[in-house]
């Protein structure tokens, strides 16, 4: 075994064969027999040989990679949705090339046109905070125009055409919702850190339409602007006014809630349930373990995947929305 790595030519001349040999018998081409693929093959591990996938993409116009944008690397949804999408790209003989837009709009759009120059065959994506904010989708559009296949997950957009991957947010929400009213809790709050998202709208929606088929009951809302100001702002709530119940529109904010809660002295579950979303190693370590709404992240990783590499080898298809079920898992913050 050497390090040097070598050439697709250097390797066919070890071997006393063509050029063309060694690529389709690395390729596994009905052309070569099996003894010869063997030979190679082996030759290509011993002397370290691995294929220029950009110098590949650029004669057969595809690179085999995969682009992704991410818009939060914090989040452990979108990480779990990371798994998926690089397990199935892999097991479908792909790499994945990801990137961070930091809920920026700015660094969403220079991230686009930088895959866009022959970097990627097409590109998973959800959309940055910025871009939902300000109804900005026209460097989304644009890619897609230019033949490069998008797919959307979680914060979709009508305005944008091409394939998505969703949670029923509204639906789920709706009814974490209604375990906790069922649970007795009268006096509900709901907190987000991602109103102004396609997915903290449906998510409040469905919160909201819950509590209104209850003439008793009214909405509580606390929005997070900044997180540095989400410790003080429900220490007030939660000292001036009655609140038994809490959903959280994700998973850090369900947590934080709780140790909030609990530093003020409330009993969790007995005095203030509280629902969440993600399914992750956050919620199953709390204290008490969160109670959440599993997004089933790999899952929607791996469908969009699949669909990526579906469209790439048809782009003749319809476009369609797939929507991934969610399941509540109820751990120590609600009642039985």
Do not use: W
């Not at 097409?122 to 905070?129: D, S």
């Not at 899952?299 to 319809?318: F, H, P, S, Y």
């Amino acid at each position: 075994m050497i390090n040097k790595k070598i050439t697709l030519k250097e390797l066919a001349g070890i071997l006393k064969v063509s050029v063309s040999t060694v690529s389709k018998a690395l390729n596994d081409s009905y052309e070569i027999s099996e003894a010869t693929k063997k030979k190679v093959k082996t030759a290509a591990i011993k002397y370290n040989y691995s294929p220029n996938l950009l110098a590949q993409g650029l004669k057969t116009k595809r690179t085999k990679i995969l682009g992704v944008i991410i818009p939060d690397m914090r989040a452990p949804f979108f990480i779990r949705v990371l798994r998926g999408i690089e397990k199935e790209a892999s097991d479908q003989g792909y790499h994945i090339l990801t990137c961070f837009s930091n809920e920026s709009y700015t660094k969403e759009k220079a991230t686009l046109d930088m895959l866009s120059q022959g970097n990627v065959d097409g590109i998973i994506m959800a959309l940055c905070k910025e871009s939902q904010e300000q109804g900005k989708y026209e460097h989304v559009n644009e890619l897609i125009s230019k033949g490069i296949p998008v797919i959307l997950f979680d914060r979709i957009d009508d305005r944008v055409k091409c394939d998505k991957v969703v949670i029923n947010d509204f639906e789920s929400t709706y009814n974490a919702t209604k375990v906790l009213i069922n649970s007795g809790a009268k006096n509900i709050l709901f907190i987000s850190p991602i109103s102004t998202t396609s997915i903290g709208k449906d998510r409040y929606r469905g919160y909201s339409y819950a509590l209104s088929e209850r003439k008793n009951l009214s909405e509580r809302v606390l929005h997070i602007e900044e997180y540095k100001d989400f410790s003080s702002d429900l220490n007030a709530v939660l000292k001036g006014e009655k609140v038994d119940g809490i959903i959280a529109a994700n998973e850090l904010t369900g947590i934080s809630a709780i140790n909030i809660a609990t530093r003020l002295g409330f009993k969790i579950p007995e005095q203030i349930s509280i629902i969440g979303f993600t399914n992750g190693i956050l919620s199953m370590n709390s204290n008490p373990p969160l109670t959440t709404i599993s997004q089933h992240g790999k899952d929607i990783g791996k469908v969009a995947t699949q669909k990526l590499i579906n469209r790439l080898k048809n782009k003749n298809l319809q476009y369609a929305t797939t929507v991934i079920e969610t399941t509540l898992i109820k751990r120590g913050t609600t009642k039985n």
